[in-house]
């Protein structure tokens, strides 16, 4: 069991990771969900910490009060 502070990280870097995949598989050709779904599935299976890096729209938010 990871520490509570440990896991937005990841939940962000999972969130920014189907975002850009599904921005990939639109360029790719998907059109509705019969076509998502594999589209995606086929960019998130090569994508890399590269690519992630290079492509992936974070924003930093305040803490709430």
């Known amino acids: 069991v990871s520490a509570p502070g440990a896991r937005l990280p990841a939940v962000a870097a999972a969130l920014a990771a189907f975002g850009l995949a599904a921005d990939h598989a639109v360029r790719r050709g998907a059109v509705g969900p019969g076509t998502l779904v594999p589209l995606l ?3 998130l299976h090569g994508l890399t ?3 992630l890096a290079a492509g992936a729209r974070l924003e ?3 803490a709430p009060h």
């Open 41 to 43: 599935l086929d960019v």
């Open 49 to 51: 910490a590269a690519d």
């Open 60 to 62: 930093a938010m305040p």
